[in-house]
């Protein structure tokens, strides 16, 4: 929305949204939508989606450009743009439609039930489509614009989806449920929403060639629901590594190619089986499944004390290490730990002790207890008197 005295956009937008340029948007001047279609000054049907163009100036921002929908491939409106002010053919109803990536918009009659095809994935081009939708548009939610101040909508009727039970409990504004509204809430839309929708296929560069969209589909579901209901000619991949396809800014923190046995790859591509939707991925290795972490002994019932550093140099009752190596080299299976030269921590008591009991944790160097340990852990004791 934009405030009629001040001119300030209100509406949520993208932050790399260019409300400077309009791209020939000039009917709704500086307001953010993904697909619209409006009445222009001149009385006419346009309609307009948010893209970029990176043969222009601001190039790596999106902005509103017009979807032709009057060509000659388009037997409805070949004869050109379609005067929405006198409205020659009665239409009553505008609605858009998502099919799989595709969004599709017609124009109809809402007595006669029949609607008109303005721009849909098969017409034209990409100059005569909409880009297929990103993960930042799978929720899209209806926006109805006026601009003359004064005048008003009023709504008649309210359609919702007939099968809107099994969404019980759906909520658009969960950060785990709308990645816009995640992006939004943490400020990290420029680092990720930006190159997804500087991808080339939102790129209205005419460079680029004016070639059809591919917009993928979903499979359908078997008779028993075993199989379908996934993305068409698509497939997992593992980022391993830093990688440069994908940015090594954002993939710095990948860090799994030797864990997962993809060792000197940054990158796994999988095989697709159509059937079901899973994806297959081939390590060129075993994976040598050890823990990254060192583990530590603690006794805790005994009297003696010793400094972690690594809490702040708070006192601890840590009485030994054991490194990620066994003292045969092993780093997996059944582990002996016997240190080279004995290490002794004072127990700093004046008179005898008498016990019966040992309380012995196996803890990380934070001190919270180790998990990834299986089977039986025996620790053996060497006390002596103090020399």
Request: hydrophobic content about 35%.
């Amino acid at each position: 929305m934009i405030d009629p005295v001040s001119g300030e956009v209100s509406c949520f937008a993208p932050p790399y949204f260019n409300t400077n340029f309009d791209g020939g948007f000039g009917a709704l001047g500086k307001a953010f939508f993904d697909f619209v279609a409006v009445r222009s000054s001149d009385g006419n049907l346009r309609i307009y989606q948010s893209c970029v163009q990176s043969n222009r100036v601001s190039g790596d921002q999106l902005t509103m450009k017009e979807v032709v929908y009057y060509h000659t491939g388009n037997p409805v409106f070949k004869a050109g743009i379609y005067d929405i002010a006198t409205n020659g053919t009665g239409y009553t109803h505008i609605r858009f439609r998502i099919e799989n990536q595709g969004v599709i918009c017609e124009i109809g009659k809402h007595a006669g039930g029949s609607y008109d095809v303005l721009v849909d994935t098969t017409l034209g081009d990409k100059r005569h489509q909409f880009t297929p939708r990103s993960c930042l548009q799978n929720f899209l939610y209806p926006q109805i614009f006026i601009q003359q101040v004064g005048t008003s909508i009023t709504f008649e009727e309210r359609h919702t989806y007939q099968n809107i039970a099994q969404y019980t409990g759906f909520d658009p504004t969960s950060p785990d449920v709308d990645w816009v509204n995640r992006l939004t809430d943490t400020g990290k839309y420029d680092k990720w929403g930006k190159p997804v929708e500087n991808r080339e296929w939102n790129d209205l560069n005419p460079t680029l060639g004016n070639t059809k969209y591919t917009f993928v589909g979903i499979y359908p579901y078997s008779a028993g629901g075993t199989s379908g209901g996934h993305l068409e000619e698509t497939q997992m991949n593992l980022i391993l590594a830093p990688n440069s396809l994908y940015g090594e800014e954002y993939t710095a923190s990948s860090n799994t190619q030797f864990l997962l046995g993809f060792k000197s790859r940054s990158l796994a591509i999988g095989h697709l089986n159509a059937g079901d939707g899973s994806t297959d991925l081939e390590s060129i290795s075993v994976p040598i499944l050890s823990s990254p972490k060192s583990l530590f002994v603690r006794v805790n019932n005994l009297t003696q004390q010793s400094i972690n550093a690594q809490l702040g140099n708070a006192y601890s009752k840590i009485i030994a290490h054991l490194p990620r190596f066994d003292s045969a080299g092993n780093e997996i299976g059944a582990l002996h730990f016997e240190p080279n030269e004995l290490v002794y921590v004072s127990l700093n008591n004046v008179q005898d002790l008498y016990l019966n009991s040992i309380d012995i944790d196996l803890v990380y160097d934070n001190e919270t207890y180790a998990d990834c340990l299986s089977g039986k852990s025996i620790v053996v004791l060497h006390v002596r008197k103090r020399k």
